[in-house]
């Protein structure tokens, strides 16, 4: 099994762009999350998904964020527009269902610099 | 919700010498205990965990120990060598309930020579 599969693992954008980060779960897994990590703030969750259906966007900190799930094996985390202070790194990662045992697998994770 | 506190946030040791991190959690029905090791530059790592029904787990040179009643758990590396120098997150769910894994904020652990 390949992991769980971030791209691009590196983005730098100027301030108003919009960034669209991408994520492959590993298969069979039913539920991905995206975190975002900074220094400050720690790995914060987003939002996750559950069988492709958004959970919880709670942790969304604005409209500016949106994620999609269009399929299992794909989930989109787009900025628009982005801003210097989403500058993190955003990890996505995914886990088998409710019950069943095993942790997180995090991807690489995407380092967003915005200028 | 689940509110996770880790110390110490920075941690120095000898090699050779033990390592402790304490967490505590908020939520009395978390069930699940994973802990996370993250080096510079690469992802969180699951490197052990512990289910609610046991008080202590241990592989090799590390172990976690939980106590229900004071809702805290603890990572313990001996023999630390200069490769366990790393970030720790400590972590809590629910696995019953909406899956959220809060973590810890992290301890730097450096291992000097």
């Known amino acids: 099994d390949a992991g769980v599969i971030q791209s691009p693992r590196h983005e730098v954008t100027e301030m108003g762009q919009e960034v669209t980060l991408r994520c492959k779960p590993i298969?069979?897994?039913?539920?991905l999350f995206w975190y975002r990590q900074t220094m400050m703030r720690g790995l914060e969750l987003l939002i996750y998904?559950?069988?492709?259906?958004?959970?919880?966007d709670s942790g969304m900190p604005e409209d500016r964020f949106s994620a999609k799930m269009p399929n299992a094996s794909f989930s989109t985390l787009k900025i628009q527009p982005s801003e210097p202070r989403d500058s993190a790194v955003y990890f996505c990662?995914?886990?088998?269902?409710?019950?069943?045992?095993?942790?997180?697998?995090f991807g690489s994770g995407t380092r967003l610099t915005v200028v | 919700g689940e509110n996770v506190e880790q110390h110490p946030s920075t941690l120095s040791v000898q090699e050779g010498d033990s390592a402790v991190i304490k967490c505590t959690y908020s939520?009395?029905?978390?069930?699940?205990f994973p802990w996370y090791k993250q080096e510079l530059g690469k992802r969180p790592q699951l490197i052990i965990d512990?289910?609610?029904?046991?008080g202590e787990k241990k592989d090799q040179r590390i172990a976690v120990t939980l106590n229900k009643t004071a809702k805290h758990f603890s990572l313990h590396i001996t023999e630390t060598q200069p490769e366990d120098s790393a970030v720790y997150f400590c972590?809590?769910?629910?696995?019953?309930?909406?899956?959220?894994?809060?973590f810890g904020t992290g301890t730097q652990l450096k291992v000097e020579l």
């Open positions: 298969s069979g897994h039913d539920y």
């Open positions: 512990i289910r609610s029904n046991v």
């Open positions: 990662a995914s886990r088998v269902a409710a019950g069943k045992r095993g942790g997180y697998t």
């Open positions: 939520d009395s029905a978390s069930n699940y």
């Open positions: 998904f559950n069988n492709n259906v958004p959970i919880d």
């Open positions: 972590a809590a769910i629910y696995t019953g309930g909406g899956n959220k894994l809060t």
